[in-house]
């Protein structure tokens, strides 16, 4: 049974830092690429960070230079680490491979808050 979690996150003000964890209980889970994803109010989910089973990395314009993506195959986790963060981050984060197998999962995700 698959099973991913998201942790890590809370309410933190503008320019502070958040380090989220995804840990996945997914067989092979060093194969497969990995995205995190958010969801802010009233807005459709968008992807933030990508990491391939290669380690190459990928952002979105928006958090380029302050989101860092990592995993630990060993521990079946992937990272977000987050700085200087804005309230435009403020949203649910989420994670999950990018195979075609999990296109209806979801975990339930971690809310990340910034204020002003």
């Known amino acids: 049974q698959v099973e991913i979690v998201e942790s890590g996150g809370g309410l933190v003000q503008a320019g502070g830092s958040l380090r989220l964890s995804c840990v996945a209980s997914?067989?092979?889970?060093?194969?497969?690429?990995w995205v995190w994803y958010r969801q802010a109010p009233g807005s459709q989910r968008e992807w933030v960070a990508i990491i391939l089973s290669n380690t190459a990395t990928t952002y979105v314009d928006s958090v380029k230079g302050r989101f860092t993506i990592s995993r630990d195959n060993f521990k079946s986790t992937v990272y977000l680490q987050m700085n200087n963060l804005m309230p435009d981050d403020t949203a649910v984060y989420y994670c999950k491979p990018t195979s075609p197998d999990f296109n209806d999962y979801w975990g339930p995700g971690t809310q990340v808050t910034v204020s002003s």
């Open positions: 997914v067989i092979n889970f060093s194969f497969f690429d």
